[in-house]
C-alpha cells in the first residue's frame, strides 16, 4: 500500500509561519506537520509515498519521497492537485490532506476497511471547534451517512443538525477503488469543466467531498471509517498554538 499525501496549497491562513515555507513544513513539536506523517504512515507499512507539491516545492527535501509537482497550485484545489498523481493510483493507497496531524491508531482503523472506497470521519467533531474563532464550525467538511455507514452526503454547507460527523481529510481506496476515482474523474471533469461543480464555484476549485457527492449521485457507496478525535487540523494560528501539545498527549 502507498500513501499519496496532497501538500501543494499556499497555506495563506497560516501566516507568517507560511511566508518562507509551506504549511507541511511547520513544526508541531519537534517535528514538521508532513515528518509526523510520513513518520506514522513509514512505521505503519507505508514506504512508498508520493507528495504532491506545489507552493514553494524546492523546500521540500527529504529523501525517499517521490514528489509530483502542481504546476497549477495557485489555480486550482484538492480534487485537481491529488489527480496530478493520478498515474501513482493503480493499486491500494491512502489519499491524506498534509494539514492534519494524527495518532496511528486512526490510521490503522481505516487500513483494515475492506471496501473500495472508505473515509476517516470524526464522530466527535463539535468538540474540536470549540474557541477554534478563527475556523469557525461552518468550514468543517462534514459527512452525513446512513444506518450502514455509507455517506449520504458531503461538504462545507450542512447545519450542524444535519453533520453526523467531519470527514478529516484522510481516504482509502483499492485497486478497485482507484479504477473507480480515475474513471468517474474524467467523467466529471468533461461535464464540469467551466461550470459549478457542487458546492465549487468551479471544477477547479473542487474538494474531495465535491467529488464525493458526485460519487454517491452516480451509486458509487463511500464507507465511513468513524473515529473520536486523535487528530487535528493545521489551518490557522490558534490551530498551530494548540497542537503544539498534541503529541505530547497520551
Not at 514553494?56 to 502542481?70: A, G, H, L, P, T
Not at 489555480?75 to 490532506?97: D, H, R, V
Not at 483499492?174 to 458546492?199: D, L, P, R, V
Amino acid at each position: 500500500m502507498k500513501a499519496i499525501i496532497i501538500a501543494a496549497g499556499l497555506g495563506s491562513r497560516l501566516k507568517p509561519y507560511t511566508n518562507e515555507i509551506p504549511k507541511p513544513l511547520v513544526k508541531i513539536g519537534n517535528k514538521t506537520i508532513l515528518q509526523n506523517n510520513l513518520y506514522i504512515f513509514n512505521y505503519l507499512g507505508k514506504k512508498d509515498r508520493h507528495v504532491i507539491v506545489g507552493y514553494k516545492k524546492e523546500k521540500f527535501k527529504y529523501k525517499k519521497i517521490n514528489y509530483i509537482y502542481n504546476a497549477q497550485f495557485e489555480k486550482n484545489n484538492i480534487l485537481e492537485s491529488l489527480f496530478c498523481a493520478s498515474s501513482k493510483m493503480n493499486s491500494e493507497c491512502i489519499i491524506s490532506y498534509s494539514d492534519i496531524i494524527f495518532k496511528k491508531s486512526i490510521v490503522k482503523k481505516l487500513i483494515k476497511s475492506k471496501e473500495d472506497i472508505s473515509i476517516l470521519v470524526d464522530t466527535n467533531w463539535k468538540k474540536t471547534y470549540k474557541g477554534r474563532t478563527l475556523h469557525p464550525i461552518s468550514q468543517a467538511e462534514n459527512v452525513s451517512f446512513n444506518k450502514e455507514l455509507f455517506v449520504k452526503k458531503a461538504g462545507k454547507h450542512f447545519t450542524e443538525k444535519q453533520s453526523n460527523g467531519e470527514f478529516i481529510g484522510m481516504v482509502k481506496i483499492n485497486t478497485k477503488g482507484c479504477k473507480i476515482f480515475k474513471k468517474y474523474y474524467k467523467i466529471a471533469k468533461k461535464k464540469y469543466k467551466s461550470k459549478k461543480f457542487y458546492n465549487a464555484k468551479t471544477f477547479k476549485k473542487a474538494y474531495l467531498t465535491d467529488f464525493f457527492n458526485f460519487l454517491i449521485d452516480h451509486k458509487i457507496n463511500i464507507k465511513c471509517v468513524n473515529i473520536k478525535n486523535n487528530w487535528m487540523e493545521i489551518d490557522t494560528i490558534q490551530d498551530y498554538k494548540k497542537a503544539q501539545n498534541f503529541f505530547k498527549k497520551r
